[in-house]
């Protein structure tokens, strides 16, 4: 647990003196602490080749941990979806070599040291770790393949702490019963002109250069990585997509969608459903985390 306090700069008061403490007795314990169990977050992925493309190039990868037992670590995960550029060749390759090279990084880096019961090294910041890990996988793609480019969107969660990194326009969502919600900037053209006016967001759907991006794994040295951190919503869903879902089906309905599915599961198989009965005109790609209600307190 020190790693996660070090990895975020959260201080916590320090322990009770235990030498003073005696047995709780039940009857002054709060009824609702013996009833609470520790829920866990869970996760659902789907992908299609869709109606019109002959040839699969996108890539996911999910790692997920959960522990239950004394001082337990908190959940964690580690959530990838890439889009190897359409018409590019080795685009495959490329969205391949960048979940798996980013994986491996942040594995040793960051999940590792979590399990460990004495972390050998100080722990670099979370932002440090996501944006160096896919700056290596950047340097991966432009190494093994002759040409290949591919976007990249990834989330790091510890506990109630999350970090995105992103490149290109696969895109990250919060999706809750109250609406939906972009956690990521589309590096494309028609968001450029979008954010100075030039056309509406309506109009950036069809514009004819949708599918031009200006960032992506591959196409330079050193690619522009955005870093965020946010905090994943109780009874809430972080949805990672490529656009062949967020291209085609409109957000509302991917909003009601997951609500009525239930579960990330159901609701990443809808998805992908949806996308292919709206014309299926690309791959499309989900990868969804449930965060459960967070335990209530007593006062």
């Keep these: 647990m020190d790693f996660i306090r070090r990895l975020f700069g959260k201080k916590t008061a320090p322990p009770p003196d235990q030498a003073s403490t005696a047995p709780l007795d039940p009857s002054q314990v709060p009824f609702p602490y013996f009833e609470e169990l520790r829920r866990h977050i869970t996760t659902g992925t789907a992908q299609s080749i869709g109606v019109k493309r002959k040839k699969n190039e996108d890539s996911l990868l999910v790692i997920v941990g959960s522990a239950d037992g004394d001082d337990e670590p908190p959940d964690f995960g580690l959530l990838c979806v890439a889009d190897g550029l359409g018409g590019q060749e080795h685009g ?5 070599i960048s979940v798996r090279t980013l994986a491996s990084s942040l594995t040793r880096g960051a999940i590792l040291d979590l399990l460990a019961l004495e972390p050998e090294r100080q722990p ?24 290949g480019a591919s976007t990249l969107t990834i989330a790091l969660v510890v506990g109630d702490q999350m970090k995105i990194g992103h490149v290109g326009d696969t895109r990250a969502y919060f999706i809750t019963e109250d609406g939906i919600q972009q956690l990521t900037r589309d590096h494309s053209l028609v968001q450029e002109l979008v954010d100075t006016g030039t056309i509406t967001e309506e109009e950036a759907l069809t514009h004819p250069q ?36 967020w291209g085609v089906v409109p957000d509302e309905e991917i909003q009601e969608t997951t609500i009525q599915a239930g579960n990330p599961q159901q609701a990443c ?24 209600p967070r335990p209530s307190t007593a006062s």
């Design 92 to 96: 495959a390759a490329a969205s391949a």
């Design 124 to 147: 670099d910041s979370m932002d440090d770790l996501v944006r160096l890990a896919i700056q290596q996988a950047n340097r991966e793609v432009r190494s093994r393949t002759e040409g």
């Design 210 to 245: 949708r599918n031009v991006l200006w960032n992506a794994m591959g196409k330079a040295i050193d690619v522009k990585v955005d870093v965020a951190t946010h905090t994943p919503p109780a009874d809430g869903y972080l949805l990672l997509c490529s656009d062949g879902l």
């Design 269 to 292: 198989e809808d998805l992908v459903a949806a996308a292919n009965t709206a014309g299926g005109p690309d791959n499309v790609t989900c990868v969804m985390v449930y965060f459960p």
